[in-house]
């Protein structure tokens, strides 16, 4: 295969990346500095902030109207894609801390937006569970405990509607997922995972090098 060009990852380079997407809304900004203040030991959690421009691109770009989201935080990209649902959009967000997700309502409410989200204090396998099992999803944002990854994706993607889009955060898991025999546990389940997703004949998937990477996987026409 011919050799590609790749630019060096730098702090330069992440800056201009950023100049050149939508910035931080105000609330937005406010919810990413309360993370960072308030929990710090766990911000990294928090999706990139070039994900959130992203992922409300995909709300506008796939016309979704049903969200499902597996592991919201504080309220980030939920924040993001509620904003960009249209009025009548609904976006389910699960999630098993009340106490994480306590900085999302707030930021939700501030942005008028909390309408468009339900929050589900539960596990999310539960929750998925409970939903009809026929395709009426539009578009899902995986971004939780490593290891539930393959049973998410399990139950998201007979739900999906055709033509819906599900997207997965972390798949490179800081590299790990080149030599899975030295990974840790969380590395260990993405790199199961991304090879479950590769072989899935239900969907047509890409492996994009977004922070800390990013899988979109379409469902196919049935």
């Known amino acids: 295969m011919a050799e590609t060009r790749h630019a060096k990852r730098s702090t330069a380079l992440h800056d201009y990346v950023l100049d050149h997407n939508p910035p931080p809304d105000p609330v937005q900004r406010e919810l990413i500095a309360n993370t960072r203040a308030q929990l710090p030991d766990h911000a990294e959690m928090q999706v990139a902030q070039e994900q959130g421009p992203l992922l409300a691109f995909l709300v506008r770009l796939t016309g979704a109207r049903h969200i499902v989201e597996i592991g919201t935080f504080t309220g980030l990209s939920a924040l993001c894609m509620a904003q960009a649902l249209p009025p009548e959009g609904k976006l389910i967000a699960c999630d098993v801390s009340a106490e994480w997700t306590a900085y999302g309502r707030a930021a939700w409410e501030e942005a008028g937006v909390a309408d468009r989200i339900e929050l589900r204090i539960a596990p999310a396998l539960e929750t998925l569970r ?4 026929e395709p009426h999803i539009d ?5 939780a405990d490593k290891p539930g990854y393959l049973a998410y994706w399990e139950e998201l993607v007979p739900r999906m509607r055709p033509g819906g889009l599900i997207a997965v955060d ?4 800081g590299g790990e997922v080149v030599n899975p025999s030295s990974a840790s546990v969380n590395g260990a389940a993405i790199h199961a995972f991304n090879e479950h997703v590769r072989a899935d004949s239900r969907v047509d998937s890409v492996l994009l090098e977004v922070a800390d990477g990013l899988t979109l996987a379409r469902r196919r026409e049935q």
Request: aromatic share 16%; glycine share 0%.
């Open 170 to 173: 972390n798949v490179l898991y």
């Open 130 to 133: 409970a939903m009809p099992s």
């Open 139 to 143: 578009l899902a944002f995986v971004d």
